[in-house]
């Protein structure tokens, strides 16, 4: 088993919350900003570094995993491993218009209905449901 975080990249639009999702590079199938935890930072700082590199937003990303999702995927070396994804909610402060993997991903803001009906994992889509109870504020800090 492998660990990997993500961040649960969310916005406040006229009192209503709003997620962003992302295509995966090969398959195009939309999914959060994922990634490997990275040597010299907490699991929440990774994913606030995932954001930044696979979706260009900026935000406060909370230092307590709002939950998990578990998923198969093809290692290089190691060949198919399962991967435990700790997932971090991320109040977008910013959305950068150039940011490191632009060529390679689409990026896309959608209700939270709407997002969970999109990704494929099941533990991902009931997160989104979370959102309200966190206290979504928008960029202003207003609730």
């Given at each position: 088993?492998?660990?990997?975080?993500?961040?649960?990249?969310?916005?406040?639009?006229?009192?209503?919350?709003?997620?962003?999702?992302?295509?995966?590079?090969?398959?195009r199938r939309w999914?959060?900003?994922?990634?490997?935890?990275?040597?010299?930072?907490?699991?929440?700082?990774a994913a606030r570094?995932?954001?930044?590199?696979?979706?260009?937003?900026?935000?406060?990303?909370?230092?307590?995993?709002?939950?998990?999702?578990?998923?198969?995927?093809?290692?290089?070396?190691?060949?198919?491993?399962?991967?435990?994804?700790?997932?971090?909610?991320?109040?977008?402060?910013?959305?950068?218009?150039?940011?490191?993997?632009?060529?390679?991903?689409?990026?896309?803001?959608?209700?939270?209905?709407?997002?969970?009906?999109?990704?494929?994992?099941?533990?991902?889509a009931l997160m989104?449901?979370?959102?309200?109870?966190?206290?979504?504020?928008?960029?202003?800090?207003?609730?």
């Amino acid at each position: 088993m492998l660990q990997q975080c993500a961040a649960l990249c969310y916005r406040v639009v006229q009192g209503q919350p709003e997620v962003l999702l992302i295509t995966t590079r090969k398959s195009r199938r939309w999914i959060i900003p994922k990634g490997w935890l990275i040597d010299g930072l907490t699991a929440s700082q990774a994913a606030r570094q995932e954001a930044w590199e696979e979706a260009g937003i900026r935000g406060d990303c909370e230092p307590q995993a709002m939950g998990q999702f578990r998923y198969r995927k093809r290692h290089q070396k190691k060949g198919p491993v399962l991967c435990v994804v700790d997932v971090f909610p991320l109040l977008v402060t910013s959305v950068a218009a150039r940011f490191p993997e632009i060529k390679q991903r689409q990026r896309k803001w959608f209700a939270p209905e709407k997002a969970a009906f999109l990704v494929n994992f099941p533990e991902l889509a009931l997160m989104f449901q979370k959102l309200e109870p966190i206290g979504c504020q928008d960029a202003s800090g207003r609730a």
